[in-house]
Structures are given as C-alpha cells and as structure tokens.
C-alpha cells in the first residue's frame, strides 16, 4: 500500500466530528444554492428590467379636455419628426385603464376623471437628444412631459445590484462558517485521536503523513455532505412555484439553461475549502505536539 | 550511536538527574534501572526526542536532537525501535497492521512473507488478523516488540517491555532481543528487574546504567 493509501486507513472512521462536518457541509451546500440562486437571479433581473426599460419612454399629456386631442396630435408630431425616436403611439381608453386598475380597483369610473393622456415611445438605441426633445415639447405642447423611466430604472438596477451584492455576501459568510466549523472539527478529531498521533509519532511519521489522513477524511466528509446538500438544494430551487404561475416573491429565483450547472461547483469548493481549513488545522495542532 | 553530554532535566520539581555524559555504542547492550520515579522512562523519552533536555546535549545517530527538525527528528525516529510499556497501538487496525506500520507510513514494502516470518517470531503467528483489544498483557508485548523491529532499526528502546509479564514470558521476549543484539542491534532497556538483568547477563556483553540521586552512574559489577 501507498503511504496515501496507508494514511487513510490510521485514522478510525468513527468520532464526534464524523456527522458534525458531513450535517454542517451540507446545511451550508444547501444555503449557498439559495445564495448562489438569488445572486444569479438578481443579476437576470437587473439585466431584464434594464433591457425592458432602457429603450422606452412615455409622454405624458395633460390639457384641458378640450386641448387633449390638438395637443396630442402636436405631441406625436413631434416625435415623429424627432431623430432618435423609433416610434410613438398613444394609449388606448382600455390601456391606460388596465394601468390604472392595479391602483384604484376597478370598479372606479375613470370617464368622470380629468386623466392624462399617455403616448407610449420606443426610441431608437441610440436615443433623442432628450434635453433637446424636451425644450420642443414645452415650446408647442406646454402640458407634455417626457418621461424617459431614469427614476424608475435606476432605484430597480440599484435594487437588484444590492441584492446580488448581498448574496454574494452571504456565500462568503456562508464559505467562512463552513471553514470554521472544519477547522472545529478537525481539532476535535485530532484532539480525540491524540492516541493515534502518539503511535504515528512513535513509528517515525512525518507530521505531512499524519495530517494527510485527517484532512483526507475531513475533505471527504465535507465534500459527499456539500453534494447531498447541493443536490436537495436544487430540488428545493427546481420545486418553487413558477413565475408564470404565481407571484410569489421567490417567483423567478432559480437557475436558467445551464445556469443548473453553477451549483455543481459548490461540492468542489466546498473540497478545497474543508482541504484547506482541515490542513491549517492539523499542522497546527501537530506543531504543538512532540 | 547515542550520546549524552552534560544533560539534565527538569519538570519543574527539581532535576530528576544532572550532568549526565555518555554513549551507547554501536550493537551495545545496556540495561537503565533505578527506583520509581527515577528518572529512567525520561532517560528514554530524552535518547528518542519525545522530550528536549533543560540542559546539554543529546546526539542520536551522530545527529544534535536540539537541532533536528521536526521532519528529521521523524526520519531519526524510523531508525530507533521503541516498546512503550503500556504498548499504544492503533486499535482498529489488526496485528499484522499495526505491526507493519514503520514501513507503511514512510512507504517502504511491507514483505507478506517478511511480516509472517516476523510474527511467527515473535510467536503471533495466530494473531496476525486479531485486533489489539482482544490481546493478552504478553501478546502485546510481543507485538509491540514485532513492530519495533520490522524496520530493522539500528537501536531498540524498551520501557520496562517485561513489566506485566510472567518470567517464561520476559525471558522469551529477553530471548529476542538478545538475538536482535547479536544482529547488530544497540539494545537499552529500562527495568527495574534484577533476575531480568542477570539473566541477560549471561548470554550478551551486558552494561547497567543506574539512574541514583539525581545521577546516571554506571553500574554493572556488583551484580
């Protein structure tokens, strides 16, 4: 038998940090799929509602019933006749109503309000000189203003920058609480074999030999509990309602295409993070041993 | 092949003894007694590293200990057998395990036919796939003997390796290290069992050292 070989068998499977490693690698697994998940997920949204935004603008008309339609006639000249303006089309009775219902209910009678009247703009991706387009407007149509969604858009890529900032956080932590609790395990595991350290010692093993077979059980520990917990983390993210079916606030978090694949790299950082703590841990604790 | 140069040691409680200088030969036999308490499993501990003298100098196999590594203090340790008297092993590991362990662990073959005739020795032949729990006081003496030796190492150090012992036992174990002795083995024992010492005695050159009053003082004549 190799000396790799050998070092796996010195050290006896059973102890306290057996289930401890295994349980705590896959709770975190099982966490950071969730976290991996939501950072994945802000970032599509962000990416959604910058694409869904960025292009469009709308213009909103406000005159004396009488004016509306003069003014709205001006407006959509206007526009069309403005470089930078891929289209422009005003708002049906029933749009603006679908609009207004989500606020108001729908039994209101929005005929008896004094309502403006909305132009819908798509804009070429170049843009209009917005600053330009809005002088023109309150020159021939006082009561229209452009609105180009910059206070809506922003707050949302803030928003969702901030959430993905977050998750990322949270695997960090989530990474660092798993090294600790190797590294807790690891002493433990070498403070209760301190008898087989002793034989080690004893028979000329040099401290790499000894360590190996900790780090090794340890890394295997952590590596077969992160791929349970990863595994029952995805099911758990492929289980939540769809985002066409429900609006539930989870509501489109999840994995896309082969974005499945992302959490398949957790097991391996768990190995090299569980690899790593376990191996500072175990030359550590041998230093101090004779 | 071990040599000691003015040391002393301390717990704390006062030196257990001071000013020790001497050397152990190549294929010398020696015996370390004393009362309880003496000194002598330090003695032991001080000749193979497990502990750094509070004073002087100790040298294992023409090598400084004070100025070893902790990887060549292992390497040194691959050279010396030792036989612990409460003979720890790994006990989820079968005899014949634990009796390979010195070659396993640096990467040396471990001979099948080596290992039996080894056992078959040390009289384990029927052992070899037993754990160390279910072993008798002699059986574990004997494979702590086994594993001490299958590495073929220049020294062999034993702490009162016949301490739970009947007299046919120890001198069956006594047998074997006079025969690993006549080998080129340096062999240092420490018991406190005269009729052990004598027996010895009359089959290898054998020299006492006496650990007395806080001093190693060779012995030897007088018994």
């Not at chain 1, 209009?128 to 969604?149: I, K, N, T």
């Not at chain 2, 400084?64 to 390497?75: G, I, K, T, V, Y």
Request: hydrophobic share 50%.
């Amino acid at each position: 038998m190799s000396p790799h070989q050998v070092s796996r068998l010195v050290v006896p499977r059973s102890g306290r940090g057996v289930w401890l490693v295994s349980l705590s690698a896959a709770a975190m697994a099982f966490l950071a799929v969730f976290a991996l998940a939501l950072s994945v997920s802000a970032a599509r949204l962000a990416q959604n509602w910058a694409a869904a935004l960025a292009q469009t603008a709308t213009v909103r008309v406000s005159a004396p019933p009488e004016e509306m339609s003069e003014q709205t006639a001006i407006v959509l000249e206007v526009l069309r006749t403005t470089p930078g303006i891929a289209s422009a089309r005003e708002m049906t009775d029933d749009e603006q109503a679908d609009l207004l219902e989500a606020w108001l209910g729908p039994d209101l009678p929005l005929d008896a309000l004094p309502l403006p009247r909305l132009i819908d703009v798509t804009e070429t991706p170049e843009g209009p000189d917005r600053q330009g387009l809005r002088l023109r407007l309150s020159a021939e149509a006082p009561g229209a203003v452009y609105d180009d969604h910059t206070r809506w858009r922003r707050p949302l890529a803030e928003g969702a920058a901030r959430m993905r900032q977050l998750a990322n956080l949270s695997l960090v932590l989530i990474g660092a609480v798993m090294a600790a609790i190797i590294m807790l395990a690891a002493s433990a595991s070498l403070a209760s074999n301190a008898q087989v350290i002793s034989v080690l010692r004893l028979v000329g093993a040099q401290d790499r030999f000894i360590a190996r077979a900790f780090v090794w059980r340890m890394t295997l520990r952590a590596t077969l509990g992160a791929a349970a917990g990863t595994a029952l983390g995805a099911v758990a993210i492929f289980a939540l309602p769809d985002p066409a079916d429900a609006s539930s606030v989870l509501s489109g978090l999840g994995f896309q295409g082969s974005g499945w694949l992302l959490p398949l790299a957790l097991p391996v950082v768990a190995a090299v993070l569980a690899w790593v703590s376990a191996k500072a841990t175990a030359f550590g604790v041998l230093r101090g041993v004779t | 092949m071990i040599a000691f140069q003015n040391v002393a040691h301390d717990y704390g409680g006062g030196p257990l003894f001071r000013d020790a200088t001497l050397k152990l030969e190549t294929g010398s036999f020696h015996f370390l007694t004393g009362p309880s308490g003496a000194g002598k499993s330090t003695f032991l501990k001080l000749c193979y590293g497990e502990l750094i003298p509070s004073e002087g100098t100790v040298s294992l196999l023409g090598q400084d200990m004070n100025a070893m590594s902790r990887d060549e203090l292992a390497r040194t340790r691959q050279k010396i057998g030792i036989v612990h008297q409460d003979c720890q092993f790994l006990d989820h590991l079968t005899v014949e395990q634990n009796v390979a362990l010195p070659l396993s662990v640096t990467g040396r073959p471990v001979s099948g036919d080596n290992l039996a005739d080894l056992l078959a020795w040390v009289g384990l032949s029927g052992q070899a796939r037993s754990l160390p729990p279910t072993l008798s006081g002699g059986e574990r003496q004997r494979t702590a003997l086994a594993r001490a030796i299958i590495a073929s190492p220049e020294v062999l150090l034993a702490d009162e390796p016949t301490g739970n012992l009947d007299w046919d036992m120890s001198q069956r174990l006594m047998s074997l290290m006079i025969e690993l002795n006549r080998m080129g083995t340096a062999v240092l024992i420490a018991t406190h069992d005269l009729n052990l010492i004598r027996f010895v005695k009359t089959q290898v050159p054998t020299r006492v050292l006496r650990i007395a009053r806080g001093e190693v003082q060779t012995a030897g004549a007088e018994l």
